[in-house]
């Protein structure tokens, strides 16, 4: 159960029982002044299925000449807005507000942070003004924009979104502000500072809640968040996680793909997390590929998995369709050059990433720690510390799920040179162990590996794959060496242990 979900007295929107009474007696007109005076209420008092069926029966010339209804029903989905409404500034906001929702819908964050991103404070504020402007419309505009940034990857905007809601919370709809609460906690959660996301919570908890649909989507997100902040090793997390509703999720669907995956990591079951991401880009949810965090999160958490196999062939082959601009894909390319060699590029790759991790302290930890990784494959140990020691003097000491963020490599020189910053993982504890440099397999001898798994020899190797017999040797002799293996019984335990087969 959510911590969100409280106890406390729930409130009707007074909108919904006004116009069911004026529908039910037939008077349209009455149904459509109190839609056009109310319109923020009405959208959050009814099921979009009931919206729907209420503006239809309104006549199309009344929806048509008036900018409230033909917001709700762009809103709602309703194929037959435009019409009258192609003229004039008013016009102009409803046609950028559907382009943004339609972009949002169909998994193109990115395009829809555009139609964002064009309109201006003065814009928004003036756009309220075609609503009454104590409705709560301006907060409605400040969370649909954070939701479009936290899904286009631009978190910095998304918290500043959701902090003009905290600082001026419409008192009519209270739980536009447990929203702007909650998912300003999930954005720490999953990338920032859990005790800000626990403070988050707590301050979302007493605000008074409705009966609109908005509040069980509000409590999956909780939820999520709820499931992050558990200690690691918590005997209910994956339970719990597997039981939120994937239809209240919604559009955040990326946030609980990811979160679903730390939380089986944190339970030291990865491979079991990975199959169920698997399984969930297997369901197809709406993403445009490459296109924020709904076209990249797949990407980007499968080549995770494969980077941390050695497996910088299939990592490279899913990051060549994630969105390269976002924080994730960027770190996920970084994790491919450190398990091929190439430490400096990552070194230059971190130092890059320094405004875009700012403010996110997970992230930021993550960063540095693979900053200092690399510098440690280079043999530049000073550096690799001092690296360690703008951790320690930044962040003080780490809790388990930070410390998950720090490659084993990297614990010698901690114990080493800053003794007494941390306890070292516990045995049995979730760690990460960075294959070493030059371990990745090629796509060869992937193909060679295959073919030994299929209990094919030499001859028939070359035969497969169209290669002669000594290259299969040297092909083989690789792979072997890389595996640290002796034979292909060994290279097979191996490469099973790995995850690679």
């Known amino acids: ?59 199309l010339r009344t929806r048509r000449s008036s900018i409230q209804l033909g917001m709700l029903g762009v809103m709602a989905g309703q194929p ?11 016009h102009e906001q409803l046609r950028q507000g559907a382009n943004h929702f339609r972009q949002r819908m169909r998994g193109a964050p990115r395009t829809a942070l555009r139609w964002v991103q064009g309109a201006s404070a003065d814009a928004m504020r003036s756009a309220s003004a075609l609503f009454d402007t104590t409705g709560g419309l301006e907060a409605v505009a400040s969370v649909q924009a954070g939701i479009t940034q936290m899904l286009a990857g631009d978190l910095p905007r998304a918290l500043a979104s959701f902090t003009r ?40 908890a007493p605000l008074p809640r409705t009966d609109s649909w908005a509040e069980a989507i509000i409590d999956a997100h909780a939820e999520i968040v709820g499931v992050l902040l558990l200690p690691v090793g918590a005997a209910d997390a994956i339970a719990r996680i597997e039981s939120i509703s994937l239809g209240a999720v919604g559009e955040l669907w990326p946030y609980y793909v990811q979160a679903l995956h730390r939380v089986y990591i944190r339970a030291g079951r990865r491979s079991e997390g990975t199959r169920r991401v698997e399984t969930l880009r297997l369901a197809g949810p709406p993403a445009e590929p490459g296109n924020g965090f709904p076209g990249s999160v797949f990407e980007t958490t499968l080549a995770e998995d494969a980077i941390l196999r050695g497996d910088a062939a299939t990592a490279r082959a899913l990051l060549a369709r994630a969105d390269p601009a976002l924080v994730t894909t960027r770190f996920a390319r970084a994790g491919v050059d450190l398990v091929t060699g190439n430490s400096l590029r990552v070194v230059r ?28 494959e280079t043999k530049d140990l000073d550096a690799c510390v001092d690296v360690l020691r703008q951790i320690r003097d930044h962040y003080g000491e780490l809790g388990m799920e930070e410390q998950i963020l720090l490659p084993t490599v990297l614990w010698p020189l901690i114990d080493e040179h800053l003794s007494g910053w941390m306890t070292p993982p516990v045995p049995g504890a979730p760690v990460v162990e960075v294959p070493e440099a030059g371990s990745s397999l090629t796509t060869r001898e992937r193909d060679v590996l295959a073919c030994l798994v299929a209990g094919l020899n030499r001859d028939q190797i070359a035969e497969t794959l169209f290669i002669s017999v000594n290259t299969v040797k040297t092909h083989q ?12 019984a060994e290279a097979l335990v191996a490469a099973s242990r790995r995850g690679l087969v």
């Open 165 to 204: 809601v905290q600082l001026n919370p419409p008192p009519n709809l209270p739980f536009l502000a447990r929203d702007a609460y909650v998912k300003t906690a999930l954005i720490h959660a999953q990338f920032g500072d859990p005790g800000l996301a626990r403070g988050l919570l707590a301050a979302a």
């Open 349 to 376: 790759a971190m130092i890059g990433l320094q405004g875009a991790t700012a403010g996110l302290r997970r992230l930021d930890i993550g960063r540095l720690a693979l900053m200092a990784t690399a510098l440690r």
């Open 80 to 90: 037959d807005q435009g019409g009258d409404l192609d003229s004039g500034r008013e």
């Open 477 to 488: 002799r690789s792979l072997f060496r890389k595996l640290g293996a002796s034979n292909t």
């Open 1 to 59: 159960m959510s911590q969100q979900q409280g106890s406390g007295p729930v409130a009707p929107l007074p909108v919904a029982a006004a116009v069911r009474e004026a529908r039910a007696a037939g008077d349209h007109r009455r149904v459509a002044r109190l839609l056009s005076d109310s319109p923020v209420e009405a959208w959050f008092a009814f099921p979009v299925h009931e919206l729907r069926a209420v503006l239809a029966g309104i006549p």
